[in-house]
T-cell receptor, first 110, second 114 residues
Framework: KQEVTQIPAALSVPEGENLVLNCSFTDSAIYNLQWFRQDPGKGLTSLLLIQSSQREQTSGRLNASLDKSSGRSTLYIAASQPGDSATYLCAVGNDYKLSFGAGTTVTVRA | GAGVSQSPSNKVTEKGKDVELRCDPISGHTALYWYRQSLGQGLEFLIYFQGNSAPDKSGLPSDRFSAERTGGSVSTLTIQRTQQEDSAVYLC????????????FGEGSWLTVV
């Protein structure tokens, strides 16, 4: 069974600091890895999708890396803003099923 | 519609009653998923549809839970004889094919069983 772990569980930083969120998974036989954002009381918003053959994806201030052999992914958010405050979820895709981590709750202080 | 639409957004029901949760996926998306997010727990997979068929129902917690999809579009998740432990957010998602594509989630149906 795929186990996904996210560290840290919570993170508080001042505005402007770079964010580093970590995700690890136990079974490297994955199709892809997806990072999501969840705001309180809301659904999930997809941020980045990395296919298993890729090593990273970038979108604006967001960059996600994937090291399938070691079972790790890192989400970098540059120059954080208060609007980045949310819970970030990592999900590993095995064919049609996503296995989620518990998330990292980020607070960016103005 | 532009995104995945779920209804109701909030539902409070008495223990023992049946509830139906509806999901309208993004037009053209053949794959549809149901997940559950309970307080203090992560998201758990419930069921997956490819078209109108459900190749994997393994995540449904008990035989009180069932789901169907009609016309390759709208899906309904039904919970019979609700219990307090069924209280959770039920999230629907869709994608063009399977997990190889980006998955888009709805806002969820917040179910409270009292």
């Amino acid at each position: 069974k795929q186990e996904v772990t996210q560290i840290p569980a919570a993170l508080s930083v001042p505005e402007g600091e770079n964010l580093v969120l970590n995700c690890s998974f136990t079974d490297s036989a994955i199709y892809n890895l997806q990072w999501f954002r969840q705001d309180p009381g809301k659904g999930l918003t997809s941020l980045l999708l990395i296919q298993s053959s890729q090593r990273e994806q970038t979108s604006g201030r967001l960059n996600a890396s994937l090291d399938k052999s070691s079972g790790r992914s890192t989400l970098y958010i540059a120059a954080s803003q208060p609007g980045d405050s949310a819970t970030y979820l990592c999900a590993v895709g095995n064919d049609y099923k996503l296995s989620f981590g518990a998330g990292t709750t980020v607070t960016v202080r103005a | 519609g532009a995104g995945v639409s779920q209804s109701p957004s909030n539902k409070v029901t008495e223990k023992g009653k049946d509830v139906e949760l509806r999901c309208d996926p993004i037009s053209g998306h053949t794959a549809l998923y149901w997940y559950r997010q309970s307080l203090g727990q992560g998201l758990e997979f419930l069921i997956y549809f490819q078209g109108n068929s459900a190749p994997d129902k393994s995540g449904l917690p008990s035989d009180r839970f069932s789901a169907e999809r009609t016309g390759g579009s709208v899906s309904t998740l039904t919970i019979q004889r609700t219990q307090q432990e069924d209280s959770a957010v039920y999230l629907c998602a869709s994608s063009l094919a399977t997990v190889g594509n980006t998955i888009y989630f709805g806002e969820g149906s917040w179910l409270t069983v009292v």
